[in-house]
């Protein structure tokens, strides 16, 4: 029974141990927009908006960072 019981808690503690903490991981953010078109000035301006409040939030969102990308 101890043998159980230590194997456990060495299990336990190495799943604990083996994940990473939340806030080192990286939030992605994207939205869906028209960036060509008669609609390309209104999302080139929501584009830009985007990576203007993630400038001013020091490119974190809710404590963690945030990555953003353009395709």
């Known amino acids: 029974m ?3 019981t ?6 336990l503690l190495a799943a ?3 994940v990473p903490p939340a806030a080192a991981e990286t939030v992605k953010i994207g939205f869906i927009t ?3 078109g008669p609609a390309g000035v ?6 830009d908006s ?6 001013h939030l020091g490119r974190k969102v809710g404590g963690r960072s945030a990555a953003s990308t353009s395709r």
């Open 6 to 11: 230590r194997a456990v808690l060495v299990g």
């Open 16 to 18: 604990v141990v083996a």
């Open 34 to 36: 028209s960036l060509s």
């Open 42 to 47: 209104i999302g080139k301006h929501m584009k």
């Open 50 to 55: 985007v990576e203007l409040a993630l400038d």
């Open 2 to 4: 101890r043998t159980i």
